[in-house]
């Protein structure tokens, strides 16, 4: 088995395990209705992973770019897992109105976690275009 493969599923595996944690705790945060956000992050993310891992083998990139959609893949999951928690922790409300549930922060919390957010969000969304463009071929 491809070792980045492997990688990827153990990642997946154990970010869904960080997840399946994290929901023991959710009522014990400052804001549990992000607690549960952070739980459904872990989880969900984790399966990503493991999807991710198991169609590896069909990615068809030049290295370099195969390696960008690997670390961009991992840190945007697992960013997006321990931004959502520090969010539960803070009871931060930053671009999570929904979960916020009226919870606020102290400022440098809110812009912690507002920065982590958008660098989440161009992560994953770049690591999932690399990932498409590397799948538009047949497989040789």
């Known amino acids: 088995m491809d070792d980045t493969k492997r990688r ?3 990642h997946g595996m154990f970010l869904f395990l960080l997840g399946l944690f994290t929901g023991f705790a959710e009522q014990k945060f400052v804001n549990p209705r992000m607690g549960l956000a952070a739980h459904l992050e872990g989880v969900l993310l984790g399966t990503f992973l493991i999807a991710l891992g198991a169609a590896w083998t069909e990615v068809k990139l030049p290295s370099r770019l195969k390696t960008a959609a690997y670390w961009a893949a991992l840190y945007g ?3 997006n897992w ?6 539960a922790i803070f009871g931060a ?3 999570s109105p929904i979960t916020s549930a009226g ?3 102290v400022p440098w919390q809110e812009g912690l976690i507002t920065v982590l957010f958008i660098t989440v969000g161009l ?3 770049m690591s999932a275009m690399i990932v498409l463009w590397g799948l538009r071929r047949p497989a040789a």
């Not at 321990?82 to 969010?87: G, I, K, N, Q």
């Open 93 to 95: 409300a930053a671009l």
């Open 8 to 10: 990827l599923l153990w």
């Open 123 to 125: 992560t994953t969304v």
């Open 77 to 79: 999951s697992y960013t």
């Open 82 to 87: 321990v931004t959502t928690l520090l969010a």
């Open 103 to 105: 919870h606020h922060a």
